[in-house]
């Protein structure tokens, strides 16, 4: 199964400003996935990140609150933009393998003031 | 469309058998399940295709009905480790895992 690094594991932000999470896979993948997890919620899909192409954003999630990279087939980073309180969540990125198989990196706790 | 996930919470007794439900009004494409400890990511546990499929490994197991409606995990003679939340999640459009709606998840806790 893929190994999947995800940085940084925490972090408190000050209002208005963004952060950039960083995911690497061992592996090269066609396809990484972001999700947010709110406080005691479920998992909810961000975008979807091809290498080459755009990024494909869910309904409620727009490009310019949550811009995405992904320069290779191993590396992908989501920012999340003037950030407010209630973009408190975990981010996971995640990769999907055989057998449609999800594997998630251990997320990224942000908390923003 | 998200599932509906029941119970949202079960404690158990150490020994004791728990079933989650998750169900939707629409047929579903398959049903996927996780369980996700306190503060780490979720895991894989497994994928349900078709109707009337059941499957397990260890004292875990699943099913889904015939009309792939509803899915059930069995968790049975638990086990401390098995405490967490475990979430039910559906396909978007027949698009595999790529497109996962999950459910509100199932708190499970296994007390001594």
């Known amino acids: 199964s893929a190994v999947i690094s995800q940085k940084p594991s925490r972090d408190i932000c000050q209002r208005g400003t963004s952060l950039t999470i960083q995911c690497q896979v061992d592996s090269q993948v066609t396809m990484m996935f972001w999700y947010r997890q709110q406080p005691g919620q479920s998992l909810t899909l961000i975008a979807t990140?091809?290498?080459?192409?755009?990024?494909?954003?869910e309904s409620g999630f727009v490009i310019d609150k949550f811009p995405i990279s992904r320069p290779n087939l191993t590396f992908s980073t989501l920012t999340v933009s003037n950030m407010s309180p209630e973009d408190s969540s975990i981010y996971l990125c995640?990769?999907?393998?055989?057998?449609?198989?999800?594997?998630f990196g251990s997320g990224t706790q942000l908390s923003v003031l | 469309q998200q599932p509906v996930q029941s119970p949202q919470a079960v404690i158990l007794r150490e020994g004791e058998d728990a079933v989650i439900n998750c169900s939707s009004s629409?047929?579903?494409?398959?049903v996927h399940w996780y369980r996700q400890k306190h503060g780490e990511a979720p895991v894989f546990l497994m994928i349900?295709?078709?109707?009337?499929e059941q499957k397990g490994h260890d004292k875990i197991s699943a099913s889904f009905n015939e009309k792939k409606q509803q899915s059930s995990l069995y968790l049975t003679a638990s086990q401390l480790s098995y405490s967490g939340t475990y979430f039910c999640?559906?396909?978007?459009?027949?698009?595999?895992?790529?497109?996962?709606?999950f459910g509100q998840g199932t708190r499970l806790t296994i007390n001594p």
């Open positions: 629409k047929a579903l494409y398959s």
């Open positions: 990140a091809n290498q080459g192409s755009e990024a494909t954003y």
């Open positions: 999640g559906t396909e978007i459009d027949k698009q595999g895992a790529q497109k996962l709606v």
């Open positions: 995640s990769v999907e393998e055989e057998d449609e198989k999800l594997f």
């Open positions: 349900l295709l078709k109707g009337g």
